[in-house]
Nanobody, 131 residues
Framework: QVQLVESGGDLVQPGGSLRLSCAVS????????IGWFRQAPGKEREGVSC????????YYTNSMKGRFTISRDNAKNTVYLQMDNLKPEDTAVYYC????????????????????????WGQGTQVTVSS
């Protein structure tokens, strides 16, 4: 049974940093994608960043580039999202999601830009950026 558990959400001041963690268990194959998505109050869920567990390739939504960094520790089956220079508009519930690559998808960008590719989701962790 696949399980994803997020942690690390908190209240932080504008300009501050947070590191979110996503512990993944239950996958029996070694090539899958893990993504971070977020949903702000009253808004649709949007993609943040994704990483492939096999080659470490990454994808970032344009607005996240330069401030967010995704990384993985395969030994711990954990993916991290380092968020720097946080802004009030980053306030949201952040979700970790994972799934195997469909056979017709060969890039992390293609995987990440369609939320429906991800069938396994965590419970979310709240990030609030406020002074």
């Amino acid at each position: 049974q696949v399980q994803l558990v997020e942690s690390g959400g908190d209240l932080v001041q504008p300009g501050g940093s947070l590191r979110l963690s996503c512990a993944v268990s239950g996958f029996t194959k070694d090539k899958y994608a893990i993504g971070w998505f977020r949903q702000a109050p009253g808004k649709e869920r949007e993609g943040v960043s994704c990483i492939s567990t096999s080659d470490g390739s990454t994808y970032y939504t344009n607005s996240m580039k330069g401030r967010f960094t995704i990384s993985r520790d395969n030994a711990k089956n954990t993916v991290y999202l380092q968020m720097d220079n946080l802004k009030p508009e980053d306030t949201a519930v952040y979700y970790c999601a994972a799934d195997l690559f469909p056979v017709w998808i060969t890039s992390i960008q293609s995987m990440c830009t369609t939320m429906g590719h991800f069938g396994y989701w965590g419970q979310g962790t709240q990030v609030t950026v406020s002074s």
